[in-house]
């Protein structure tokens, strides 16, 4: 009877402390049903990735996370959503297995801020790529406001030091809070005309309602 009792107790402590799966059942089987079993597969295989590096430090996660979206074959907008700009929701993205660089930006964040890394380090991060002649947008990781920042790319798969891109200029960084003018060597001088991101704005409200 007292192992029992000692048994029931641990139980509930583990489901207590046991971390939230980063898609939620409802969600997961609404996905199912929309994109099939081969996308419900990929969301599977997510959470054990995510899983993996759990207790990792932050360059293994980072690492991890920008390896496992990279994997998402790339489309354009008007290809997949008959839109000329449009941000996906990671399950939107990771169900249709297919997006533009802003979404792999927008499933690396949520996933990265799944795992704890401070999303005050994560910023969305114009460019311009000089290989392609096209504006571009990386996420980019500053382990301090004034470090060299670290981007996580689907054009160059490894993580690099913004300096080692030479491939890339810097146009503006933004994250929930705030709009920078952007810099190789930290975050770069706050915008004065802070005004709310509109497309951020459409995301959080559909990451919200569990937009598949």
């Given at each position: 009877?007292i192992?029992?009792?000692?048994?029931?107790?641990?139980?509930?402590?583990?489901?207590?402390?046991?971390?939230?799966?980063?898609?939620?059942?409802p969600?997961?089987?609404?996905?199912?049903?929309?994109?099939?079993?081969?996308?419900?597969?990929?969301?599977?295989?997510?959470?054990?990735?995510?899983?993996?590096?759990?207790?990792?430090?932050?360059?293994?996660?980072?690492?991890?996370?920008?390896?496992?979206?990279?994997?998402?074959?790339?489309s354009?907008?008007?290809?997949?959503?008959?839109?000329?700009?449009?941000?996906?929701?990671?399950?939107?993205?990771?169900?249709?297995?297919?997006?533009?660089?802003?979404?792999?930006?927008?499933?690396?964040?949520?996933?990265?801020?799944?795992?704890?890394?401070?999303?005050?380090?994560?910023?969305?991060?114009?460019?311009?790529?000089?290989?392609?002649?096209?504006?571009?947008?990386?996420?980019?990781?500053?382990?301090?406001?004034?470090?060299e920042?670290?981007?996580?790319?689907?054009?160059?798969?490894?993580?690099?030091?913004?300096?080692?891109?030479?491939?890339?200029?810097?146009?503006?960084?933004?994250n929930?809070?705030?709009?920078?003018?952007?810099?190789?060597?930290?975050?770069?001088?706050?915008?004065?005309?802070?005004?709310?991101?509109?497309?951020?704005?459409?995301?959080?409200?559909?990451?919200?309602?569990?937009?598949?």
């Amino acid at each position: 009877m007292i192992f029992k009792s000692i048994f029931l107790i641990f139980l509930l402590f583990s489901s207590i402390n046991a971390k939230e799966p980063y898609v939620d059942k409802p969600t997961l089987d609404r996905i199912g049903k929309k994109y099939k079993m081969f996308a419900k597969k990929r969301f599977f295989y997510q959470q054990k990735t995510l899983d993996s590096v759990a207790d990792s430090s932050d360059m293994e996660k980072l690492k991890t996370v920008n390896e496992f979206y990279n994997g998402v074959k790339y489309s354009s907008d008007i290809k997949v959503y008959k839109k000329k700009d449009y941000w996906a929701t990671p399950y939107e993205f990771l169900g249709k297995d297919k997006g533009d660089c802003e979404d792999y930006v927008i499933a690396k964040y949520f996933a990265l801020k799944y795992l704890g890394v401070d999303t005050k380090k994560l910023f969305f991060t114009y460019v311009r790529s000089t290989k392609f002649k096209a504006p571009h947008m990386v996420l980019t990781y500053f382990k301090t406001p004034k470090s060299e920042p670290l981007v996580l790319d689907n054009y160059n798969r490894r993580i690099f030091p913004a300096s080692k891109r030479k491939d890339l200029i810097p146009i503006y960084n933004f994250n929930g809070d705030s709009l920078y003018k952007a810099s190789k060597s930290g975050t770069g001088k706050k915008l004065k005309q802070n005004k709310s991101h509109k497309k951020w704005d459409e995301l959080q409200i559909n990451i919200k309602k569990r937009k598949i």
